[in-house]
């Protein structure tokens, strides 16, 4: 294989790669978003206590700090794919 083709396969593959991650990480959004609904339906509707109360604010919190990293974490998977950089992404 040539060494064109050999890249063009690599960007195909990378491409694939960060479509599938921008799904994924599209729908991991959708279901903590769908959480912290439920968070907000809970503190609304019960009477809880002060510790209670307090425990789902955090949990409100930690859910909004995560969703607000895994939305920058998209968008730059988008960004690079948009620019036709997609890149496979090596764990070590």
């Not at 040539?2 to 396969?9: D, L, N």
């Not at 195909?12 to 279901?31: C, F, P, W």
């Not at 439920?38 to 609304?44: A, D, G, L, P, T």
């Not at 409100?60 to 496979?88: F, K, Y």
Request: hydrophobic share 40%; charged share 30%; net charge positive.
């Amino acid at each position: 294989m040539k060494q064109s083709q050999a890249e063009t396969r690599r960007q195909n593959v990378a491409k694939r790669s960060m479509t599938k991650e921008a799904r994924q990480l599209s729908g991991l959004i959708a279901g903590l978003r769908e959480s912290l609904e439920r968070i907000h339906k809970e503190r609304m509707g019960a009477k809880l206590s002060g510790a209670e109360m307090g425990m789902l604010d955090e949990r409100r919190n930690n859910l909004l700090l995560t969703i607000a990293a895994l939305d920058d974490r998209l968008s730059a998977v988008q960004g690079l794919i948009d620019l036709g950089r997609p890149h496979v992404i090596r764990v070590h």
